[in-house]
């Protein structure tokens, strides 16, 4: 851990239970993820000194912000946090640049003027200081409550929820303008949110938390498509999580399933008989074309009867019920492709799984066990 880096090890016993640890680097933003209730807001509350939890160490910069252990435990003034709320939490009698004004605690009134004037022109809201947060539309309330945040030189960045009162339109652009203002702040980031496309969209890492504890933390490609466990990956919403069997063959490792044999990209080292959770991203479902199929198409087929096949504007949703053990694969194609296989429920359809998404994970019981 490096000197700028934020360090968090939380044990929580009252209220929402805590039991967690990451570090986040200067310039770097982690996504917390998880349903309701799993303590992303409560951990962002015992950062910013909100909240004591019953045991912890919080380092910054390498100094120590709380340690139970030693006694230490710095108030939310000492730790120079930024905050931004879900509902904006501006003071409705202030502009927006006294909003901004109040914040700071250095400087006499024209640097806090010219700084707060500035950090107004970072996120775009040039013109609209004099305008109070009723005359303000929700996306640059946000704003506002951005620039805020930075107004204290904070040393940590927290966004608790920030584009979830907003309509789609404006929070895709708060997202946008979001990840432009990363390019001139080097400070910790740490971001709140229940949309998993968001957190995938902004966040260098994304740490999955259920029940207070820190399940997986990785970069978003390798969290989608390596979780830890099948718990991971019903967390991030994922579809295709099955049970299945290690099998030696004079080819190599095999992963029996459904009746069939599916090859494995670099298996790893399992006894014979060795029972597997398996996961596969929809990306890695290829469905055959049936005018022209490709060798590609040739990797792990498997066939099915079509259950489900629900059309999303371009995309087409497909639930492929395969084998006597009834085992749905769900994928997405395009709606043109869906069409141009005729993709109706009840129809007999075929994919592929590519051997090099199959992922597999040590057993769980929150998968129910087909006949292999």
């Given at each position: 851990?490096?000197?700028?880096d934020?360090?968090?090890?939380?044990?929580?016993?009252?209220?929402?239970?805590?039991?967690?640890?990451?570090?986040?680097?200067?310039?770097?933003?982690?996504?917390?993820?998880?349903?309701?209730?799993?303590?992303?807001?409560?951990?962002?509350?015992?950062?910013?000194?909100?909240l004591?939890?019953?045991?912890?160490?919080?380092?910054?910069?390498?100094?120590?912000?709380?340690?139970?252990?030693?006694?230490?435990?710095?108030?939310?003034?000492q730790?120079?946090?930024?905050?931004?709320?879900?509902?904006?939490?501006?003071?409705?009698?202030?502009?927006?640049?006294?909003?901004?004004?109040?914040?700071?605690?250095?400087?006499?009134?024209?640097?806090?003027?010219?700084?707060?004037?500035e950090?107004?022109?970072?996120?775009?809201?040039?013109?609209?200081e004099?305008?109070y947060?009723?005359?303000?539309?929700?996306?640059?309330?946000?704003?506002?409550?951005?620039?805020?945040?930075?107004?204290?030189r904070?040393?940590?960045?927290?966004?608790?929820?920030?584009?979830?009162?907003?309509d789609?339109?404006?929070?895709?652009?708060?997202?946008?303008?979001?990840?432009?203002?990363?390019?001139?702040?080097?400070?910790?980031?740490?971001?709140?949110?229940?949309?998993?496309?968001?957190?995938?969209?902004?966040?260098d890492?994304?740490?999955?938390?259920?029940?207070?504890?820190?399940?997986?933390t990785?970069?978003?490609?390798?969290?989608?498509r390596?979780?830890?466990?099948?718990?991971?990956?019903?967390?991030?919403?994922?579809?295709?999580?099955?049970q299945?069997?290690?099998?030696?063959?004079?080819?190599?490792?095999r992963?029996?399933?459904?009746?069939?044999?599916?090859?494995?990209?670099?298996?790893?080292?399992?006894?014979?008989?060795a029972?597997?959770?398996?996961?596969?991203p929809?990306?890695?479902?290829?469905?055959?074309?049936?005018?022209?199929?490709?060798?590609?198409?040739?990797?792990?087929?498997?066939?099915?009867?079509?259950?489900?096949?629900?059309?999303?504007?371009?995309?087409?949703?497909?639930?492929?019920?395969?084998?006597?053990?009834?085992e749905?694969?769900?994928?997405?194609?395009?709606?043109?492709?869906?069409?141009r296989?005729?993709?109706?429920?009840?129809?007999t359809?075929?994919?592929?799984?590519?051997?090099?998404?199959?992922?597999?994970?040590?057993?769980?019981?929150?998968?129910?066990?087909?006949?292999?």
């Amino acid at each position: 851990m490096s000197a700028d880096d934020l360090s968090v090890e939380l044990v929580n016993r009252r209220g929402i239970p805590l039991d967690l640890r990451f570090n986040v680097r200067a310039g770097e933003l982690l996504a917390l993820v998880g349903p309701s209730g799993s303590g992303k807001t409560t951990t962002l509350r015992a950062i910013a000194g909100l909240l004591r939890p019953t045991h912890g160490l919080i380092l910054c910069q390498g100094a120590p912000w709380l340690d139970t252990r030693q006694g230490i435990a710095l108030t939310p003034q000492q730790r120079r946090v930024g905050m931004v709320f879900q509902d904006y939490a501006l003071f409705p009698h202030l502009t927006a640049l006294d909003n901004l004004r109040l914040a700071m605690d250095d400087g006499d009134t024209n640097s806090r003027r010219q700084r707060a004037m500035e950090l107004l022109r970072m996120v775009r809201l040039e013109g609209l200081e004099g305008r109070y947060p009723s005359q303000l539309s929700g996306g640059q309330q946000q704003r506002v409550a951005v620039a805020r945040a930075l107004a204290r030189r904070p040393r940590v960045l927290l966004l608790d929820e920030p584009f979830s009162a907003v309509d789609m339109m404006t929070r895709q652009r708060l997202q946008r303008e979001l990840a432009l203002l990363r390019q001139s702040i080097n400070i910790p980031i740490v971001l709140v949110t229940h949309d998993l496309q968001e957190a995938r969209a902004l966040a260098d890492r994304i740490c999955v938390l259920h029940q207070g504890n820190s399940l997986q933390t990785d970069a978003p490609d390798t969290l989608f498509r390596e979780p830890r466990s099948a718990r991971v990956a019903r967390l991030l919403g994922q579809p295709n999580l099955f049970q299945g069997l290690i099998r030696h063959s004079p080819a190599g490792l095999r992963l029996s399933w459904n009746g069939r044999l599916l090859e494995l990209h670099q298996p790893p080292e399992l006894a014979d008989g060795a029972r597997v959770d398996w996961y596969i991203p929809e990306s890695d479902i290829i469905l055959h074309r049936r005018e022209r199929p490709s060798q590609g198409e040739r990797e792990n087929p498997i066939n099915g009867i079509v259950e489900e096949c629900i059309t999303l504007g371009v995309q087409t949703s497909v639930t492929l019920r395969c084998g006597e053990s009834g085992e749905r694969l769900r994928f997405n194609t395009s709606t043109h492709a869906a069409r141009r296989n005729g993709l109706v429920p009840g129809i007999t359809a075929t994919v592929s799984l590519l051997s090099q998404g199959i992922h597999l994970m040590a057993p769980s019981t929150e998968i129910s066990t087909a006949e292999e």
